[in-house]
């Protein structure tokens, strides 16, 4: 029941438009390899919006 629930989740989802904020994350792989990417992403946005 929880996968059916969680892929019709996924089916209905989006991409971001030009105007949206948000970022997208690649989730294959291992969890600590999602959470480095997560954080890679962070630390980006973080130095980008330090700069403005």
Do not use: H, K, W, Y
């Amino acid at each position: 029941m929880r996968m059916m629930l969680f892929d019709s989740r996924l089916a209905v989802l989006q991409p971001l438009e030009p105007d949206e904020a948000g970022v997208t994350v690649d989730v294959s792989g291992s969890p600590e390899e999602i959470t480095a990417r997560v954080m890679d992403v962070l630390r980006d946005l973080e130095r980008s919006s330090a700069a403005q």
